[in-house]
């Protein structure tokens, strides 16, 4: 992906064209291969000739010593071997001297077979002296990677490190540990499950056990960090190493995959500690990547919220689809500019496509719209915070509710081909006024949908973790600061996921979700906050206090999913989405004195039954994972 404002020079990309000049190291190399061809071909012929070397014509053998030389020098070319293309002793250099050395061999044995016997060249010779320059070839490689390999200065302060995996990503790791000087680590063992490992040595690095031998090999290995090289390892996996390593008092670290790597997430190569999210079972993500692009690519798209977290994100998931424009919006200036280096590297906020807005301002908001006439719509801007909105209901309603109607008459007025609404589990069977003023922006967009005809949709998620203002960051700066944690509950569960899988399912939603639907991402398991408690104190090594203040007015032991008597369907297009049709509400009857009463006392909204049944998807088998949900109305 190419960030705006840096634009490559295609033509002069093509245009470069391969360079014959030999380098001053590639010139002594070819010479030493040239040597080693004529003291190939001179062994070769005095073993033909029994050592005999008055039988040798040694005009003719010189003139194959030649002869081969110019070969080397021509085939080595075409190969890129005297160029310095390749490393010393790399795979790369050694694939290409295998192909020189085969032209080589075919001209020394044609001309053997067909001038040998005039010229007095023995036939044989080019079986004994071929295998014999090519162990001399690639011994001098082997030497010079050998020596260059020993002669880098190795920081004793470096930390003696064990690597988890001894795979592929382990042996990369150890290869940059190794060459990269600058590296804080030296990897002095392999920790590996495998039995098949058990032997193995990369790099000259052993796999010295398992995982459960960890307190033995690092008393062997006297290791302070345990690096984990995984693709993707699952969170029991995770927790099985935070287990192992909690009493050793060693430093774990985790390298990111190649592809995380190159999506911007991380630098190559770069190493970080364990974070919570990897200690959370959640099901992999699965994008269906062709209807995303078919709804995005090349439309003019409008985030809402743009500057916080979930909105910030959405706008890097969108901007890989190449929409022709991407308008963000939020009313606040510095989240703005955040974004705006998130996406292009700068934050000079001089981006016209950078819009500075209130959606509780109808009149500005309809001049946003009116001005870039936006194709699609993700409205992620809201309030969240339970607490703050039970004391300020006002700023809920204005916010959530009235914010929400009023991005869906612009998007009305705009014809809007898609709107997808950002929603939280707290709509779901609502008993404060965050989860209240939610439901109501749901049915909001689900009467919109039916006024005109578009797809406008819901999508209903749990918590986000590391998502500004979320409990996981607050819990670990309180951590990091020895402060007593405040939990409402010893039982309490919540679902969690990442900030980029959320966006990405919301994403795709807007490809599958029908007009009117709420569509629900499955995110897993629900987790003890108490369990979170203690993995964030697991990664960080440090001890707080956890004082419970019991359940807050209004708020739910656990949250769920589905609201009681909701018709649940499993979407086709996705495994991990499903929908549920909500009841529309028309905004004539918005009533905040009535809306307030009823969200402060906890009840429900009125007349919220289905208007119709979904068809077009597979019911919903509920399993064990969704125990709290029995009650819910599958049809």
């Avoid at 990677?145 to 990503?169: E, H, K, N, W």
């Avoid at 109607?405 to 965050?434: G, H, W, Y």
Wanted: glycine share 10%; charged share 20%.
């Amino acid at each position: 992906m190419v960030m705006a404002g840096h634009r490559v020079d295609v033509t002069k990309t093509l245009g470069r064209r391969r360079t014959w000049r030999v380098t001053g190291p590639g010139w002594r190399l070819w010479f030493f291969d040239a040597v080693a061809w004529a003291v190939a071909l001179g062994v070769a012929a005095v073993l033909r000739y029994d050592f005999q070397l008055s039988q040798i014509d040694v005009t003719t053998l010189v003139a194959a010593m030649v002869l081969v030389a110019v070969v080397q020098l021509g085939g080595g070319m075409l190969g890129s071997l005297y160029q310095g293309r390749y490393s010393p002793g790399s795979l790369e250099e050694v694939r290409a001297l295998a192909w020189v050395m085969a032209i080589e061999s075919v001209v020394l044995g044609v001309a053997c077979v067909f001038l040998g016997l005039n010229v007095g060249l023995p036939r044989s010779l080019v079986f004994v002296a071929a295998p014999l320059a090519g162990c001399l070839m690639l011994g001098r490689r082997y030497l010079q990677r050998l020596l260059a390999d020993r002669s880098q200065v190795i920081d004793p302060g470096r930390l003696r490190t064990l690597i988890f995996g001894a795979g592929s990503l382990g042996a990369m790791t150890v290869q940059r540990m190794k060459q990269d000087t600058r590296s804080p680590y030296l990897p002095v063992g392999f920790v590996d499950d495998d039995p098949g490992c058990a032997n193995l040595s990369i790099r000259d690095v052993p796999v010295l056990g398992g995982l459960d031998d960890l307190p033995a090999v690092v008393a062997q290995a006297h290791a302070s960090v345990l690096v984990v090289a995984l693709a993707n390892p699952n969170s029991a996996l995770m927790a099985r190493v935070m287990e192992a390593t909690g009493s050793l008092e060693m430093d774990v670290k985790v390298v990111p995959t190649m592809e995380k790597s190159l999506d911007g997430r991380r630098d190559v190569g770069e190493m970080r500690g364990v974070i919570v999210d990897d200690l959370i079972e959640r099901p992999p993500v699965v994008l269906d990547i062709p209807s995303i692009a078919d709804y995005v690519c090349g439309r003019r798209v409008l985030v809402t919220g743009a500057g916080g977290s979930i909105g910030q994100e959405l706008c890097v998931q969108i901007q890989k689809y190449n929409p022709s424009a991407l308008i963000l919006l939020d009313h606040d200036e510095t989240h703005l500019q955040d974004t705006e280096f998130a996406l292009y590297g700068t934050g000079l906020l001089e981006n016209p496509e950078i819009v500075l807005a209130d959606i509780r301002a109808k009149t500005e908001l309809a001049g946003v719209f009116e001005r870039w006439r936006p194709q699609v719509v993700f409205h992620a801007a809201a309030l969240k915070h339970v607490p703050m909105l039970q004391n300020y209901p006002r700023e809920a309603w204005d916010t959530n509710v009235i914010g929400t109607l009023n991005a869906l008459r612009c998007a009305q007025a705009a014809d809007v081909e898609v709107f997808v609404n950002i929603s939280t589990d707290k709509a779901a069977n609502p008993t404060t006024v965050l989860g209240h003023s939610k439901r109501l922006a749901e049915r909001l967009t689900s009467w919109m949908g039916e006024q005109t005809g578009r797809r406008y949709c819901s999508v209903r998620f749990g918590n986000v973790l590391g998502s500004r203002g979320s409990m996981v960051p607050l819990f670990t700066k309180m951590i990091d600061r020895g402060l007593p944690i405040t939990v409402t509950s010893q039982t309490a569960t919540r679902y969690f996921m990442t900030i980029p899988e959320a966006c990405e399912l919301v994403v795709q939603a807007g490809a599958i979700g029908d007009s009117g639907d709420v569509l629900i991402l499955d995110m897993g398991s629900p987790v003890r906050i108490m369990d979170i408690v203690e993995r964030l104190m697991d990664i960080s090594g440090k001890r707080s206090p956890i004082h419970v203040t019991g359940l807050r007015a209004g708020e739910k032991s656990d949250e769920v999913l589905f609201s009681q008597g909701e018709l649940v369907q499993r979407t086709q297009a996705a495994d991990r989405t499903w929908c549920v049709p909500v009841a529309p509400f028309d905004p004539s009857g918005l009533d905040y004195e009535a809306w307030v009463v009823r969200a402060g006392a906890g009840g429900v909204e009125e007349d919220e039954a289905p208007s119709r049944r979904v068809t077009r998807s597979e019911p919903l088998r509920l399993d064990d994972r969704w125990g709290d949900f029995q009650r819910v109305g599958v049809r």
